[in-house]
């Protein structure tokens, strides 16, 4: 019997207000595991009464207590790292290995991170000098207060990661949180209710509401009382929130896609750019918004590169997401599968060649338990038009494309040649290529020499269509908190 997901106001564990449930399938063997809450604006609605009254206790706690309570939240996840990890993987298609190594240690780390990061704030004051416009003396005080209730909107590629990326540090602020992970992936936001229930969190700080984008999603965006949305998803739905809130005069954080460019100079450590080259394409079957998906290489490597790309990619241990010894599990849904893989035929009709993978794995190749799941190999493809669909527009699976390049000019201008521009990475041995390089790329997030290398200090979102505004470090604490400054003459 699929177990029941229930979603989190006030403190406990409810049903959605309409009892209807929707199927959450395992997409490692495509059958239903558990039924999440089908809920709709009155469960949202319920969510923020809760959250609205827990805020001015909330708001005014210690932030040493806060912090604590956000440690508290952070050790349980630790000390149930095996079944979040299991849990996750389950839920997603993804090796246990990567949950067990990644995802779930970042969730720990998120919350530590942000209940370290509240205990010194920064104090902004300014003294006013008197000058020609005005005589007086005055110092000024920066204040930050918490806005009031969040709404935390997250993706199903990374889903503890992303959920507590938004509220670790809305709560560590003195937010209270209205939170909907997605649909396709609840089971560990539900999970981290309990935990945070377990932790001692007062009834109302944190909500977790589940559900579709439509209702659930859009009543948080839509909510009156709902001031501030954090989300991470799709351009296109991004899009519309920033529509929706924008006309609402509310404060906005987007997290959208990509179609990131990884870009190798002739004069790279190409075995290390090879090795980071696999993981940076097909790490959790290309489904991170970070992943590069477009690899540009010098004119005189590209055989060699395309070649060691191949043979890496057809190395992969396709299977089982529970073995731990799978590199590469399934896909998150069928659809999501049916999706990728119209890009790879697309980019067939195109006239690409495909050089491995290209069409979803053979059912006989894999374990009895997986062979109705939604697993779909690492695919590279050459010899596509920097300008065609699957060039420009995000794949977000394990599908990747090769492009030769002669100048640092031309890589460039492919690499800044699409909508987005979330993240960039590329490979050089030459300090001024890098700083040249590295000011050049229109992205919010640049690596060089390396991929996926993060300190939770730095900025992180995108440019273009890739999104608006930042979260991570001092970027988030501002974002969840509203300034007024106090000028007092002196
Ligand atoms: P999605 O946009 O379909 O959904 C994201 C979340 O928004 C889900 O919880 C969904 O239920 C909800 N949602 C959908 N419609 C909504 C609406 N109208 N109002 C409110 N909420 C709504 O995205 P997805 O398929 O879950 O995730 C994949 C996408 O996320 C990719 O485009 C990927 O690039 C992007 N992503 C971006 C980042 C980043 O940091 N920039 C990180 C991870 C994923």
Not at 108 to 137: C, K, M, S, W
């Amino acid at each position: 019997v699929p177990e029941l997901i229930s979603n989190f106001i006030n403190g406990r564990a409810v049903v959605p207000q309409s009892g209807s449930y929707l199927d959450n399938p395992d997409p490692a063997t495509g059958a239903v595991y558990s039924r999440v809450p089908d809920s709709s604006a009155g469960d949202v609605e319920a969510a923020t009464i809760a959250a609205k009254s827990a805020f001015p206790a909330w708001s005014s706690t210690r932030r040493e207590d806060r912090s604590r309570l956000l440690h508290t939240l952070a050790d349980l996840i630790d000390a149930n790292l095996d079944a979040l990890a299991r849990a996750e993987s389950i839920d997603s298609g993804k090796p246990v290995s990567l949950a067990r190594s990644v995802d779930i240690p970042r969730a720990a780390a998120n919350f530590r991170f942000f209940a370290d990061a509240i205990l010194a704030p920064r104090i902004e004051t300014y003294h006013t000098q008197p000058g020609a416009v005005q005589a007086d003396r005055a110092v000024n005080t920066v204040l930050r207060r918490p806005r009031g209730v969040a709404g935390c909107i997250s993706p199903w590629n990374l889903p503890l990661y992303l959920y507590s990326w938004k509220v670790a540090p809305a709560l560590a602020t003195g937010n209270t949180v209205v939170g909907k992970p997605s649909e396709l992936t609840p089971m560990t936001a539900s999970m981290l209710a309990a935990f945070a229930a377990q932790a001692g969190f007062p009834p109302g700080v944190f909500n977790v509401v589940h559900g579709r984008g439509q209702p659930a999603g859009a009543a948080i965006v839509s909510h009156p009382e709902i001031p501030t949305i954090t989300f991470t998803g799709s351009t296109a739905v991004g899009r519309w929130i920033g529509q929706t809130a924008g006309q609402m005069l509310k404060r906005v954080s987007l997290e959208l896609g990509g179609k990131n460019p990884y870009i190798v100079f002739a004069d790279a450590d190409v075995p290390a750019a090879l090795d980071t080259a696999v993981r940076a394409a097909f790490s959790n079957q290309g489904q991170i918004c970070l992943c590069g998906s477009r690899f540009l290489v010098e004119r005189s490597i590209y055989n060699d590169f395309l070649a060691g790309l191949v043979a890496r990619a057809k190395a992969l241990r396709i299977g089982d997401p529970l073995d731990p010894q799978t590199q590469f599990g399934a896909l998150v849904s069928c659809e999501h599968l049916q999706k990728v893989d119209s890009y790879v035929r697309l980019a067939r009709d195109l006239g690409g060649t495909i050089h491995c993978g290209g069409s979803p794995v053979a059912p006989s190749s894999l374990p009895d338990r997986c062979r109705k799941g939604f697993f779909y190999p690492p695919t590279v493809i050459t010899g596509l038009d920097p300008a065609c669909h699957v060039e420009q527009e995000e794949i977000f699976g394990p599908v990747v494309t090769v492009t030769p390049f002669d100048s640092e000019d031309q890589a460039l201008a492919l690499a800044n040649g699409t909508p987005y521009g979330l993240a960039s990475t590329f490979w050089t041995r030459s300090a001024e290529r890098i700083a040249r390089v590295g000011a050049a790329l229109d992205a919010g997030i640049i690596w060089a020499n390396c991929w996926m290398l993060r300190d939770l200090r730095t900025p992180f979102g995108g440019m273009k269509q890739s999104g608006v505004g930042r979260e991570g470090g001092e970027e988030a604490l501002k974002f969840f908190t509203e300034a007024s400054n106090v000028c007092v003459r002196a």
